[in-house]
Nanobody, 117 residues
């Protein structure tokens, strides 16, 4: 059973930064070939893609986070990251990590990010 666990969320003032981590239970060889995506879901809204990365490192970002968020991964640690800077109140929501591996896609339980104005 593949498990993903997000961490690093919390409460931050507008303009601040947070770094989310997504730790997976898979072996490095399987993680290295995976696509790691970060999604967020604001209250009353649908879940939306924030950023995603494949290996070799190719990253895609939603327009509203370009220049502010950076997605990365450490294959040796089987962990993905989302560095969020210049946070805005509209970035508030639950952030989910998704890992797409050979054999299936899996989600973490989510991490709450709250940005106060």
């Amino acid at each position: 059973q593949v498990q993903l666990v997000e961490s690093g969320g919390g409460l931050v003032q507008a303009g601040g930064s947070l770094r989310l981590s997504c730790r997976t239970s898979v072996r490095t060889s399987r993680f290295s070939g995976a696509t790691i995506g970060w999604y967020r879901q604001a209250p009353g809204k649908q879940r939306e893609l924030v950023a995603a990365t494949t290996n070799p490192v190719i990253a895609d970002y939603a327009d509203y986070v370009k220049g502010r968020f950076i997605i990365s991964r450490d294959n040796a640690k089987n962990t993905g990251y989302l560095q969020m800077s210049s946070l805005k109140p509209e970035d508030t929501g639950v952030y989910y990590c998704e890992g797409t591996f050979v054999g299936g896609a899996y989600w973490g339980p989510g991490s709450q990010v709250t940005v106060s104005s």
